[in-house]
């Protein structure tokens, strides 16, 4: 008898620390988001829009490695578009976006005007990867089952954004 109730009361337990520990997850993943302009994307997707999404974590600098402050960017994939903050880094932190397909990423200053801009074709793969081709359409490539990228985007002197992988992530 005595070992019985033990028994229940260490599952009882176990199943409480579990519980516990999801919350605190939880509780850490939504307070990474980034200052965004709606509320939106901050929120974690669900269910199965998770699994065909990607957490993005960019910043955006200039030619000479500088960070590009103070301005906001968006993101469009032809029929919605998000805009977001840049943080005094130049990094914003975007959730739910898809895996697969074309993003149009456009750079503006504090004055709303804007400063760059470049398509982004993403897909899945083997090796996770991220390139600018001489046209200035990028190209990432995810693993199937990553569930964030860093990438770095370079503003160039004619307004084309150069993307790259950023090898050292975002604090």
């Known amino acids: 008898m005595k070992f019985q109730r033990a028994a229940w009361w260490a599952c009882l337990l176990l199943a409480g620390c ?16 980034a200052p965004s302009l709606s509320q939106e994307t901050q929120n974690e997707p669900s269910g199965n829009q998770a699994e065909d999404s990607v957490v993005l974590c960019a910043a955006f600098q200039r030619k000479d490695g500088t960070a590009l402050s103070r301005g906001s960017a ?14 005094d880094r130049g990094e914003l ?3 739910g976006l898809p895996r697969e397909g ?21 897909s899945t793969g ?8 001489e ?20 503003l160039g002197a004619d307004g084309m954004l150069t993307c790259a992988l950023r090898l050292s992530g975002l604090d």
């Open 74 to 87: 968006s993101i469009s994939d032809g029929q919605k578009s998000q805009s977001y903050l840049l943080d």
């Open 93 to 95: 932190r975007a959730a």
């Open 126 to 133: 083997i090796l996770v990867d991220a390139s600018t081709d």
């Open 18 to 33: 579990l519980l516990l520990g999801r919350c605190e997850e939880r509780k850490t993943k939504q307070g990474l988001s």
């Open 102 to 122: 074309e993003l149009l990423f456009c750079l503006y200053n504090e004055e709303g005007a804007e400063l760059g801009k470049t398509t982004v074709n993403f």
């Open 135 to 154: 046209r200035g359409v990028g190209y990432v490539t995810l693993k199937q089952a990553q569930e964030e990228i860093s990438l770095v985007f370079t």
